[in-house]
């Protein structure tokens, strides 16, 4: 079964730090590994995408500097640490894989064909 689940997301205020994980199942642990959000009432948007080797990532604008990607390919896990959150981070995020072979960091949520369910990030200020 391929599976990706997420965790970590919660309430907090506004300046503190979190780590979201992502642990794959299956074949849904991919090259390439992406998170991405969705604020209410807006369109899913990317976050940050990491390499295989780790050696490759990508960020959004609004997060460089911030928040932070990472992944452990012997737990199958990807992490997105957060800090300095604010309260325009909130939303649902989710992780997600490109289809195997794929290596690019691209940001367009089309090119990733497995995803989580995703977790709840809300920032109060």
């Known amino acids: 079964q391929v599976q990706l689940v997420e965790s970590g997301g919660g309430v907090v205020q506004t300046g503190v730090s979190l780590r979201l994980s992502c642990v794959a199942s299956?074949?849904?642990?991919?090259?390439?590994m992406g998170w991405f959000r969705q604020a209410p009432g807006k369109e899913r948007e990317f976050v940050a995408a990491i390499s295989w080797s780790s050696a490759n990532t990508r960020y959004a604008e609004p997060v460089k500097g911030r928040f932070t990607i990472s992944r452990d390919n012997a737990k199958a896990t990807v992490y997105l640490q957060m800090n300095s959150v604010k309260p325009e981070d909130t939303g649902v995020y989710y992780c997600?894989?490109?289809?195997?072979?794929?290596?690019?960091?691209?940001?367009?949520?089309?090119?990733?064909?497995?995803w989580g369910q995703g977790t709840q990030v809300t920032v109060s200020s």
């Open positions: 997600a894989g490109r289809p195997s072979g794929r290596v690019g960091l691209t940001t367009d949520l089309r090119e990733y064909d497995t």
């Open positions: 299956g074949r849904a642990f991919r090259d390439v």
